[in-house]
DNA sequence: CTCCAAACCTATAGCTTCTGGAGCATTAGA
DNA sequence: TCTAATGCTCCAGAAGCTATAGGTTTGGAG
């Protein structure tokens, strides 16, 4: 028997977080107190912990909702789980690519070291004239 | 004389983004036709055309006023400038690192290959077992 | 048993950065 | 002059929460 306090600190997913989940249907609603205060036993707190954990790994709603479907049916195969896993795995490669570019350019930008006037300051010249990147963005 | 569609096409921003912009204060209220349409001159684009680039590169829209409001003031030191775009780095390679770890993690996540059942698959085991991760998150 | 602070409840709004739609007006070219 | 493309305003939605207001319940101390 945990409060929603309670989950949230053996989780940590804060309190407004769980709620949201349950209005999303991540989770199910949960029984309560005769005072209406919701009540959670083990399974939903392995349920939320699996969620939060698929959160920290940048997963989305959708997909955790899919792989938590998918979860329901052990007999079935599991190819679909693999495919959103390999999927998210190419989308966060994507975003590391595009963040070293940034990177790069970012570093060729900050080459101002910011002693003298705006006027020909590096960082607002490379924003205002795009032809001075490197890269093709 | 541009109208917003023309400018749209010019510097990449989609035209309700720009009215989006003008709400923000990004961009100035341009003159109007008789019939109330915007009408904008060259040098509206060029400020579009630096906020445009500065939003490739991950700047907030904080940030982008920030800049914009320096460069109004060429004979300034830029010492601010280099700052925020100094700040805006770090955070970009903070991002990366994490994104690293992410890819580390998810790489191990998809060694399942497929080809059992969801009762057995890495996938959904590691996502509802936080210990078996290598990493820390 | 009584009291009170901490925790809980619902409902609603806000954050960020746009994006899209409805319903109507203007513009530019044939 | 006609009409298709474009423009206008206002409003809602997306993602994933977070915060606030105003009220109720709970659990432990005295």
Known sequence: MYSIGDLSRRTGVKVPTIRYYEQMGLIAAPERSEGNQRR???PELE?????????????????IRDL????????RPCGEADRIAKEHLITVREKIAQLQKLERELERVVACNGDHTIGDCYVIRALADHSMCGSDH
């Open 40 to 42: 959670y036993e083990k």
């Open 47 to 63: 349920r939320l912990a699996f969620i939060r954990h698929a959160r920290d790994l940048g997963l989305s709603i959708e997909s």
């Open 68 to 75: 938590l479907a998918l979860s329901q049916h052990p007999e």
